[in-house]
């Protein structure tokens, strides 16, 4: 069988969480992408419709108070000519509150459908040949194949819809699905045997069981879950528009009962005017929570996004949500903690020969080994004794390794160089004569007791050492799970090897536990004792017998070279397959309820600031000593009232990035990471309008706007 | 400040943090239905009690149930006592004739409106009183009628509080306790020992118990004055004990036989804070982890001594207007000479912190900065130690607001002892918010607005501003503090507004019973979705709830809350009224 290697991206070996989240994959789009800018401007002026508005109730309070605004408007044309020019900029900035929240949602809302749109694309009318009962085949348009059909595909053609292989085997590009351009192997049986729909075979031909209806299949719905079109509200997000929702309510008490208020206020004080109803909805917007309430859509979108541009498919943001919140992760030793190939680390010869002589054996032996282990034998006599590849020349003969000999080796100018399992290796010895000394067992068996594996090397009669192979673990995934470890995740290797393996690896890697010869039922129970626990379990699996395990966690990230099974029970798909990737998804998780949590904190925050524009501006002709409050020394009361609306208006403009892109997420723990955005968002929320509401004035009035 | 004074408060909060952990003990226990030091006493009339009522301890009642038992428990007791009232003439211990035609010249007739007010005013464990004790309500009233409501009123709400600990407490279960068995041991266990100890030791002081009429008096001027009588002291324990704050006699806490000595006094003061700070300890306790309770209690601390400092520095520093004219000093109007500036700040803070209610200065007469103190403790839905359980499951529902926001920011669904915090405790919460501050806005608007015929029914001296007795921001901060004590549950009066209208003994009354049943049954109902839920185990990725950084979220949540929801409110009233006093206006 080749070897099909996962596709490699730059960042998946990095080594910081950091450093992965906003770096940009090759087919990444730029956050202000001309295209989506003029599609989203468009599609913002459109979603004023009252009716789409009203899921929104703090941006929809928005526009009915700009509406009030807009026909008291033309009222005033008539009754109160001077006030006309503030008026209208109250009324224009309240409008363009507004369509700015919608712009935010809108600019989430086109970067999906844009990905869409190039999904779509490869949707062509592929015709499939479908294979009648008789054997023979019907060509038939793909869209009217249904589950259970079978067809064949050969080189070059498109694979019609999602499905199975029952027979053969073949390279498919995937390009589509995954970006990723290297072909992959497709065949029947085993965890590679699913293909999806408007992928392209490129080699050989396959016999595949179609297994979803039209517009069910894989693609259809990676199609609408990127436009939103089945986006539904996560229960996080229903949570915080009950908060926002019901600050509203508050607030609109507080404003609408300063109508009262302030009229016994004027009657009391015997001066000045009740403020206008263009003031109090001014107020009353600047209070409500209109920035999370016009960003908090786009970052639920943008958190889905995110997870996109990671090529990862969530089929709902309901499992972006919870990775943020998972306590336990079980991670695949193979592929995902270690390299996935045993490599060798150590030459240790026996009965007197020298580390060169066995260097060289070892080498010479692997020169034809194109297996991973083979090769890394070659590397280390390479880098370790300075010995280089020699040419193969015509007379050397090249045992290949067979599961029978259980060695391979090679022959020249009657040496006869044997590498393999060291019981295999013993009896070549033997065979030969020679005699097996007792350290060279010894050796084999400490070797094995330390985790690794032993390759026994063998030179005609003379037993000549061992190679040490070892699991190696991934560069710096020690430093990935201690990262882990600070954010409160649990982390927990499942693999097949026997205890004593894998306790070896588990402290090298510095897993907190590890499961070992792990039985998919295992997997499904040490879920289940986690849940129990009142753990969140996240996990990797790509095989049909991963599908339980898979269902049963929180957080199930499937890998797309996996078996449809396995796709269907879990709720993410990685099309790049790369099991690491769970560790990304949990980040973007977290910065996803991070972001809400920072703009909340920093909407509501920044409240405090508007008092002291807009209360002062109110009632300082009633009460003059009320210009103490102040304490910005915005010119007059207009343009005090228009600051703030303008500031209130403009920040969310301002935080669109913010929201889309996520706040800056470093893991840490739970206590350094709240002290640090509580320092960011809150006290900032609490500080930054006073200098904004300042300046703004100050062009106001510097125009003479106000 | 001067440094006796700071050494009085200092003094006060000491005591009580010294007092918190071993009520919070004793109180833990109780609950929890283990063995104290007072059970061979009391065991038995425990025992009787549910014998007597048909209760059995054991059975457990869901959240639903609970409620439904608190609710008819308060309409009951709530119609009983607006029977009493409306009967007294007929019933017993009346020595003055109150309700029957041989009443005293200026006795207040417990009129329908009035008596509603006053039966739901003690129900709710507000106290407020539009009359004077002493020349309103005979002595069966008074005992029988209020003293029993200061006893079940406090006790309902230490029941409520435990029964929300408990939903953090316990997981995946239906039950948070039974409300009958809470109320009883919260009764024979909690209130009635501390409250008959207490009683004794007033009496030691001179407070009176007794049945006599009032007693005739020639004064050496030779005029004839009326010396009310009464079995104060058993109804002062209960009133500080219980967070009730309703006044035997009018002048409340500032009268000789309620309050005779510096020591009465500050065992009030104590009796006030206690059982709240020992519910903090109870709350660690049961939770398993006695840092979170203790974190509750700093952030409570930290709003009770700020707002303690900014009144008394307000008071002491005085009336810049008598200071221009040569008479400088602290600002002594509507103050007992006997308690000082100091304990006259430390009184009327503490007493706003807690929904207590009673007085020993007129709140009135304080600087303007003086009255936004107590003014914003109680916005703050009386939080700051707060009313006995009532201040625990208010500054609950702050804890699972500030959560809620900022827990989001460590990036996870936000928790809080163990429990995740999803839209049906957000809910609740913000409908308890919502309520409690609909009914302050918006009567105090109909209020500062409202007019009604002269001679009519509901307010016969016209518009709803005719009651005031300031005018300008001063008269409006009179109407905001009626409907914000009457939502705080607090009973403290502001003075200067003649409540005892149809129209404010109604509108009050609402007020009263949306502050108190508005935040008991979300409450109730965050603690069953609570319960019902599983635990979650604390790692390094969990929001810390037990220091500091916990404690000054909490604190920033409830003034930051508290203040964007009152602050047009308050900029028209103490505010402008402060800044108008410093260009030489008063109202």
Known sequence: MPMVETPKFAHAESDDLTELLPKKLAHARPLFDPEILRRATKESFFKLNPVTLMKNPVIFVVEVGAAITSILLIHDVFSAPALIGFEIQIALWLWFTVVFANFAEAMAEARGKAQADALRKTKTDASARRVLNGGKTETVPASRLRAGDIVICEAGELIPGDGEVIEGIATVDESVITGESAPVIRESGGDRSAVTGGTKVLSDWVKIRITSNPGETFLDRMIALVEGAERQKTPNEIALNILIAGLTLIFLLAVVTLQPFSRYAVIAAGAGLMPSVAVLVSLLVCLIPTTIGGLLSAIGIAGMDRVMQHNVLAMSGKAVEASGDVNTLLLDKTGTITIGNRQAVEFIPVNGISNEELADAAQLSSLADETPEGRSVVVLAKSKYGLRGREVTSDCNFIPFSAYTRMSGVDMHGRALRKGASEAIANFVKENGGQVPKEMTETAERISRQGGTPLAVAENDRALGVIHLKDVVKGGMKDRLSQLRAMGIRTVMITGDNPLTAAAIASEAGVDDFLAQASPADKLAYIKKEQAEGRLVAMTGDGTNDAPALAQADVGLAMNTGTMAAKEAGNMVDLDSNPTKLIEVVAIGKQLLITRGALTTFSIANDVAKYFAIIPAMFMATYPALAKLNIMRLHTSQSAVLSAVIFNALIIIALVPLALRGVKYRPQSAASMLRRNLLIYGIGGLVAPFPGIWIIDQFVHALGLA | ?587
């Open chain 2, 1 to 587: 400040m001067t440094p006796n004074g700071l050494l009085q408060i200092g003094v006060f909060f000491v005591l009580i943090l010294a007092i918190t952990k071993p009520l919070g003990v004793y109180m833990t226990r109780v609950f929890a239905g283990e063995r104290t030091l007072l059970h061979p006493l009391l065991r038995p009339l425990e025992r009787a009690c549910y014998v007597l009522c048909g209760v059995k301890e054991s059975t457990e009642q869901r959240w639903t149930q609970y409620a439904g038992s608190l609710l008819s428990f308060s309409l009951f007791s709530f119609a009983l006592l607006y029977a009493f009232q409306r009967l007294q003439g007929y019933l017993p211990l009346n020595p003055m004739g109150f309700g029957t035609s041989h009443a005293m010249s200026g006795a207040t007739p417990m009129t329908p409106d009035l008596s509603f007010n006053n039966a739901l005013s003690f129900t709710t464990n507000t106290n407020w009183q539009n009359y004077s004790g002493e020349n309103t309500l005979s002595y069966f009233v008074q005992m029988v009628g209020l003293t029993m409501h200061n006893f079940t009123s406090g006790a309902a709400g230490i029941a409520i509080a435990v029964a929300l600990i408990r939903g953090f407490a316990r997981q995946t279960a239906a039950a948070i306790g039974n409300f009958w068995v809470d109320m009883v041991r919260a009764t024979v266990y909690v209130l009635l020992p501390l409250s008959l100890a207490i009683a004794l030791f007033f009496c030691s002081q001179g407070v009176i118990q007794n049945f006599h009429p009032y007693t005739v008096a020639t004064t050496v001027e030779g005029k004839t004055q009326t010396i009310a009588q009464g079995p104060v002291a058993s109804q002062e324990a209960i009133k500080m004990l219980g967070t009730n704050g309703g006044g035997f006699f009018g002048a409340n806490s500032a009268h000789p036989f309620e309050n005779p000595t510096p020591l009465s006094n500050l065992v009030q003061l104590l009796a006030i804070f206690a059982i709240p700070a020992g519910l903090t300890y109870v709350l660690g306790k049961m939770v398993g982890d006695t840092r979170q309770g203790w974190a509750v209690f700093a952030a409570m601390s930290v709003l009770f001594l700020a707002g303690v400092f900014v009144l008394y520095s307000a008071e002491q520093s005085g009336n810049p207007i008598l200071a221009n004219l040569g008479v400088p000093g602290p600002n002594m109007e509507g103050k007992e000479v006997r308690f000082g500036i100091p304990m006259s700040a430390l009184f009327a803070t503490v007493t706003t912190d807690a929904s207590c209610g009673a007085v020993i200065a007129m709140h009135d007469s304080l600087t303007p900065f003086g009255g936004l103190v107590p003014l914003f403790n109680m916005q703050t839905s009386e939080v700051i130690f707060g009313g006995v359980g009532a201040g625990l499951y208010g500054m609950l529902l702050f804890a699972i607001l500030a959560v809620f926001i900022a827990g989001l920011m460590v990036g996870r669904t936000p928790e809080y002892l163990g429990k995740k915090i999803e839209a049906k405790e957000v809910k609740m919460a913000m409908l308890a918010l919502i309520a409690t501050s609909a009914v302050i806005l918006v009567f105090t608007g109909i209020s500062s607005v409202a007019d009604f015929a002269k001679g009519g029914y509901w307010n016969s001296t016209g518009a709803a501003t005719t009651n005031l007795l300031n005018g300008g921001p001063h008269g409006f901060s009179e109407i905001l503090y009626l409907f914000t004590s009457s939502a705080a549950n607090n009973g403290s009066a502001f003075g200067g507004i003649n409540g005892n209208t149809p129209w404010y003994n109604l509108t009050g009354a609402i007020t009263m019973a949306v502050g108190r049943f508005f935040i008991i049954l979300p409450m109730l109902a965050v603690a069953g979705s609570l319960a019902a839920k599983k635990r979650i185990p604390v790692t390094s990725g969990t929001l810390p709830t037990h220091g500091a950084l916990f404690s000054g979220l909490l604190v920033g949540t409830v003034v930051i809350v508290s203040a964007l929801t009152f602050f047009p409110a308050l900029s028209l009233g103490p505010i402008v009224e402060h800044f108008l006093m410093w260009e030489g206006r008063l109202f």
